[in-house]
């Protein structure tokens, strides 16, 4: 049997052991996270996989696809933008008109001093007279309701179109970040990239009138039915009967079901162009531009553009994920966005599936994912098996039982560890 199709069929026998000895509510949280952590693990690898691209930056990418759902799907909130749009509105023109003027003079003006001073001159000018109109518009609108609202909320469109904004939003700063950092060597693209996602989720902390800072944003609309909304209902409360299940616990399955429903299209559809890419003779070109730069740039390729193309494709796909996480989650949480769950997990994924194979990076995704939920409880049945015959007043059992909750971590090491010493180039590596 193909090691692949096995290896799948494990995972499958691990969420399905889930919902059986703890409950499909969890099985099927975690199955929906590991769709959403797949399609961020195929974004990375389009990034390192295909170009060698090494991008710290992932955690800012997915934060961007999280503002796209708030900005899409919340209402707005008409007393903010009475108080405050308009202001936000003339600063936003204000600011584009001085980077636009900026931009002419350096190209129109010959080189020398003057030029570098006029536009010195028009960049802190427009900078300046840009935060004397946002300063006093952004602090009106967070005093309107501060508790409940405080920010100018979104469009109120349906939430399925925040996913593809949030592509595009994290295409869109992909492009400007690539412009800056990709002519540095690897591990100062992977410092910038640090540096700028940091900057970002700092942005999204801080700035109340778009995000409500740390007092997170609520009540995100979702694109499935409501748990109580299904209880509700006279059909669904009939099937339940019909089939002797209890209503709460199927309305949360339902839920749960379709989300994965959702989940899985864009999945396979992301999954479908990624080999279409990988086997084309583009992706080909990637591979050989990652082998060997200096070769391909003999052969006329245009390094930089092509690594530009590739991290903007990636990071396209990791905004896509990171909407749907925040559709999942129905809120926004700034504070939320750590390297250690953005950055360091989705590598760990790349890493652990294969890098440059895209069935590899699904695998890492779901593995990587399962066993970080499942840790803790593992560790804790774990410990509690190996400190039974103790006394239940000793303090080593009681500290091991302690330290079950830190199990996550060495988790990760000791499948890492595993995983790098038996198949070094992943469990599905690369043709």
């Known amino acids: 049997m193909n090691r692949n199709i ?7 026998a691990l ?7 703890q409950s499909w509510n969890v099985s099927l949280t975690i199955l929906n996270l590991c769709l959403i952590s797949a399609i961020m693990s195929l974004g990375v690898n389009i990034q390192w996989g295909y170009a060698g691209l090494f991008n710290v930056g992932i955690m800012g990418f997915a934060a961007l696809g999280g503002l796209a759902a708030v900005l899409i799907s919340v209402p707005p ?10 202001g936000l509105l003339t600063a936003a023109i204000m600011g584009g008109a001085s ?7 350096y190209f129109k003006m010959p080189k020398g001093r003057l030029r570098n001073i006029l536009v010195l001159v028009i960049c802190l000018g427009g900078y300046f007279l840009t935060r004397k109109v946002f300063g006093p518009a952004g602090f009106a609108i967070e005093k309107v309701e501060p508790a409940k609202t405080g920010y100018l909320g979104g469009l109120g469109l349906p939430i399925l179109l925040a996913w593809p904004v949030g592509g595009l939003l994290a295409g869109g700063a992909a492009w400007i970040v690539g412009k800056i950092t990709l002519g540095l060597r690897s591990d100062y693209l992977a410092i910038a990239t640090l540096g700028i996602s940091e900057i970002i989720v700092a942005i999204l902390k801080h700035e109340d009138w778009m995000t409500r800072g740390v007092k997170n944003v609520n009540g995100i609309p979702r694109p499935v039915p409501y748990e109580v909304d299904l209880q509700n209902s006279d059909w669904f409360s009939g099937w339940a009967m019909s089939v002797g299940g209890d209503v709460t616990t199927l309305s949360s399955v339902v839920v749960k079901l379709s989300y994965a429903g959702l989940f899985l299209i864009v999945l396979v559809a992301v999954m479908y162009l990624s080999e279409k890419a990988l086997k084309s003779p583009w992706g080909r070109m990637m591979r050989a531009i990652r082998d060997n ?17 590739v991290f903007i494709l990636g990071s396209v796909v990791v905004g896509i994920a990171g909407a749907m996480l925040t559709t999942l989650d129905g809120q926004l949480t700034p504070s939320a966005y750590q390297p250690l769950r953005f950055t360091f997990l989705i590598w760990v994924m790349v890493i652990v599936g294969g890098s440059g194979n895209n069935w590899g990076s699904i695998l890492g995704g779901f593995l990587i994912w399962f066993f970080w939920i499942e840790a803790e409880t593992l560790g804790r049945s774990l410990m509690e098996i190996l400190t039974s015959g103790l006394d239940p007043t000793s303090g080593l059992r009681t500290h091991l039982l302690n330290s079950a909750d830190h199990m996550r971590l060495a988790t990760m090491g000791i499948i890492l560890l595993v995983v790098m010493r038996f198949s070094p180039r992943g469990l599905i590596p690369e043709k």
């Open 6 to 12: 096995v290896y799948f069929a494990i995972m499958a």
């Open 15 to 21: 969420l399905i052991f889930v919902g059986f000895y």
């Open 77 to 86: 909130v008409p007393e903010a933008w009475a108080v405050g749009g308009m």
């Open 99 to 105: 980077v636009l003027g900026a931009i002419l003079v």
């Open 293 to 309: 730069e200096v070769s391909a740039a003999a052969m006329g390729k245009n390094i930089t553009a092509r690594h530009l193309q």
